[in-house]
């Protein structure tokens, strides 16, 4: 009983609306486009979860793959540290390196790594190698995995509604305008056929 007298009343305020005479095309338009940004909000986020997921799976994947394939060696410094300056939105910054070699099989390699500062020639310090024996960084965590996949998945969600939002936000001025223009000719109307009589 009361699903039903909330469900007719729901379809009057539905036909009241559709009938008002103060509710301008503009109104309706600029109504739907409001219910359709809200609606692919919600569609979106099934899309935003499974982008998500495939990309932490393809992350663990790599993770997995970069755990079995790196191996830790030991390098020696052949010089002194010097300081590398990396520039950053935050702040800029520097980072200490030296050159070093270390032996792969019967090879000797050489590249530049990452020292403490003042790291004096001749230091040894464990760095990651790739299955070529080449310098690499340390495997990705299961957890850095996951959390690639969230702001994957965020990154996807909040792309397409700014879109969404932006192309709402630009049609607006435009309804605005028209539903003026049409309030305007309305109130011409109004007071031309008042003094009429």
């Not at 390196?97 to 500062?117: L, Q, S």
């Not at 024996?133 to 996949?149: D, I």
Request: one cysteine or more.
């Amino acid at each position: 009983m009361w699903y039903n007298s909330q469900a007719r009343g729901l379809r009057k305020r539905s036909a009241r609306q559709r009938h008002n005479p103060l509710l301008r095309r503009s109104d309706r338009i600029e109504n739907m486009l409001t219910l359709a940004v809200v609606v692919l909000a919600f569609a979106m986020l099934p899309l935003a979860i499974l982008v998500g997921a495939r990309t932490i799976d393809s992350q663990l994947t790599l993770a997995e793959k970069q755990v079995a394939d790196y191996r830790t060696v030991t390098a020696t410094t052949v010089a002194d540290s010097t300081g590398v300056s990396v520039t950053s939105d935050v702040a800029p910054s520097g980072v200490d390196t030296a050159p070093a070699k270390w032996t792969w099989g019967n090879e000797t390699r050489h590249a530049d790594i990452t020292v403490d500062p003042a790291t004096p020639s001749g230091t040894r310090q464990d760095i990651w190698v790739n299955a070529d024996g080449n310098l690499t960084t340390e495997p990705m965590s299961s957890s850095a995995a996951r959390v690639a996949g969230v702001i994957a998945g965020l990154f996807t969600w909040f792309a397409v509604m700014m879109i969404a939002l932006s192309g709402f936000l630009i049609c607006r001025p435009s309804l605005n305008r028209s539903r003026d223009a049409q309030w305007d000719r309305d109130l011409r109307q109004f007071l031309d056929s008042t003094t009429r009589h």
